[in-house]
């Protein structure tokens, strides 16, 4: 771009160049890095209000653009993300992250109708809400002071008794947005795909009553709490009590948890989303299992079982069913996997760093081996069976992983009288950690949720036994696991 020659001060060369590009004929789909770019010249350019307005109004529209195309293209990736889609979306993320500081810091100016300034603060929730489902879905963190300017944003509307406003155009209002966000980062992202995350932003704003914000707790169980001094979203009341002499918001999240059973009903007796108004879902997760994990963290947020230890002693893994079947069979003849580093562990988890090997078919939610090597004599043959819990990513040479123990041990085991060979995984009894046995299969391997089933264990010898399936523990986009016990009807 030619800035024209006459400018020499700096304000004036930044201000020449974002009026010569709001004049330009523009791409459809700009790149973020400029965006961004021309943002941060807005500081520095001493730009009439009504041009400034329309820099940042045509900035922002593209960069929901940019940011909707992006996170589309997600979920399909593995993590870590390469590094040129990481850079884009970390600069996608941080062009919303400005837009948003930059519609807080200068809300309206005097010219602006005093009909249309709350808008102001309603762009700037939207573009945190964006930026923050584009750190979601790519499993990375947000900006430092992101959730103190969000409560900033809200309580400055609420101060000006426009927090229950109607956005532009009959949208969503400023509070409305601001529990969307609240409640989409109290459900644990880390622990969805891109694509459960796209959906659950989509089901909050569509299908779901959102909770009243009080000054006063609602149902311990079910209740939780801001601090707006906080860089956080809320925190469960059943976890931890809020601060005292703290100006607390408190939301009560029953109602919103009773409505999500009533959908599960629904979808369990034969109806379809689209018959229950719900948005829709991309193939690549069991909707049913996503609205009960939501059930659950909204409406039974649950306590820390074991407290957690820092740990720094390596691991090897494996993923897969099928990997975990083969390596239950015959450990000597198992793949070579990747490395880890263990870096807290608890009775029932783990949370692991990579190390080395390949991480690509690392996905939430996907059954996988650890095998510590806690010291030189440690038993290096014991595989433990483990559940992704939760991936976060800050950078394409960084990868943490959650795990949840499912049990201390797993045998090899083929479902028998099915159309085709059916493998799964057979958790043996062992309290406390498996009070019940346990049966791991691909998702949709079984159809509903048979009375009974004929297995053929490999223990040794082949062992067959006959199970009564007694509930469905979890259910991911990757695998089911089930609580069985013996059947003795026959």
Known sequence: MNTPPEYHDPAELAAAEILTWLSSTRPTSAEPGELLRLLQL???????????QRFLDLLYSQALRLATNLTSSLSSQALPLPRPLRQRTRQTASLLALLAETYARNPASPATPAA?????????????????????????????????????????????GIHQHPGPRRTASIEALYLQLVLAAIAQPTSFSPDEIGFIGDYLAQSLPLPELTQHPGQARTTFWIDPD?????????????????????????????????????????????????????PGFPLPATLRRLQQLWGEPARRRFPRRRQSYRASLLSGLDTLCQLARDDTTSPPGSHWMVINESPDGYALMHVSGDSSSIRVGDVVAIRPQRDATSDRSHWQPCLIRWVVSDNPEHLEIGLQVLAPQMQAAEIAGLPQATPALFLPEKPPLRPQAGLVVAAGSLPGQPERLLLLVEQGNLCIREVRPTRLDDQTASVEIFSVEPDHSR
């Open 42 to 52: 807005l500081d520095s350019a001493p730009l009439p209000a009504e041009a400034q």
């Open 116 to 160: 249309t300034r709350p808008h102001h603060l309603w762009q700037a929730l939207q573009a945190s809400l964006w930026q923050l489902r584009t750190d979601q879905q790519s499993a990375a963190p947000s900006e430092p002071g992101t959730w103190l300017r969000i409560h900033a944003l809200y309580r400055r509307a609420r101060e000006q």
């Open 230 to 282: 906080k860089d956080l979203p809320a925190q469960a009341l059943v976890r931890r009590n809020p601060p005292p002499e703290t100006a607390i918001l408190y939301l009560d999240c029953q109602t919103l948890a009773a409505r999500i059973g009533e959908h599960c009903q629904q979808l369990q007796q034969g109806s379809t989303a689209e018959q229950l108004g719900l948005p829709p879902q991309a």
